[in-house]
């Protein structure tokens, strides 16, 4: 366990006095290596404070404190700022923070593993709307947690693509065996021949493996309860007169919208041009989320109006 050091316990007096002085909400620390956690809850409480950390190392003795806790499960070398904001997309979710809220951040800006840093940040401003209310519009008998495991890793593979080059996909949510009656695969199916425990997204190596292979052909079926039935599949939904999209969308997401009006169904589209997530129920976009390079925004119920 590494040792509390004094300007770490400076920097916690610092951050406390900057949240009452502004009234803001809460306080968030960055870690990226263990830290004691039992003099931490001496000297920030913890029912204000959510800890986020790189790894699990850095989280290491957590799991005994009363802190709200998020692993970020980043890259190396993501850029701190990057990290920051992941940490508040995912406390936002989480419901740790309001959507409204003023948060202190402390994280190190400068030498790493070293606390040197503070922030004042409005999330109103710095994030835009990202809730889990957004989801729960959807009015689905899929779980909240399962559509928000999904979107998370569409908008993970769109702002990252892979090895540097940009990735569409597509992933169908819920009512899988209706689903799979009208796929068929495209060729060699990945994730053929595990055993259920072995798909589970809930498993971040299982979302590491699915974002490799979102670079193949075809889409991802996924269960209500977050287990990838099958991929690299073929949707031949019936094709819906009525079906309305905007100019510019192409094959992947008239899958999406055929898919979904034809099964309960959610449908979540990567596009490959820019990476923006789209969300479909009932052969509608639903939700348009944007994985812009400084700060993703979700944008409630944006849709795409047909031209």
Known sequence: MAKFSDQFQAFCDIALGLKNAQKADAILL?????????????????????????????????????????????????????????????????????????VVAAYSGFEAGVIDSLSLIKLDEHLG???????????TKIPVETIKQVVDLAVEIGREGREGKPVGSLFVVGDHRKVMSYCHPMGFD???????????????????????????????????????????????????????LPKGMGARHWAAGEITAATGAIAITISESNGTVRV??????????????????????????PS
């Open 190 to 244: 990945p994730v053929k021949g595990y055993t259920k425990a072995e798909r589970q997204l809930t498993d971040s190596s299982v979302r590491d493996n699915v974002k490799e292979i979102a670079q193949m052909d075809g889409a991802f079926v996924v269960s209500a309860d977050a287990t990838v039935v099958a991929s690299a599949q073929h949707l031949s939904a019936p094709n819906v007169p009525e079906l309305s």
């Open 30 to 102: 960055l870690l990226e290596r263990p830290t004691d956690f039992k003099q931490l809850e001496k000297a920030l409480p913890t029912d204000l404070v959510v800890v986020a950390g790189d790894t699990e190392a850095a989280l290491e003795g957590f799991e005994e404190s009363d802190y709200d806790t998020i692993l970020l499960n980043m890259p190396d070398e993501a850029p701190v700022y990057e990290r920051l904001t992941q940490a508040l997309l995912e406390a936002v979710a989480d419901e740790y923070f309001a959507e409204g809220a003023s």
């Open 280 to 305: 479909f129920q009932n052969g509608e976009i639903k939700l348009r989320i944007e994985p812009f390079r400084r700060a993703m925004k979700w944008k409630a119920f944006d849709t795409d109006s």
């Open 129 to 139: 709307r990202l809730t889990v209310r957004d989801l729960r519009q959807l009015k």
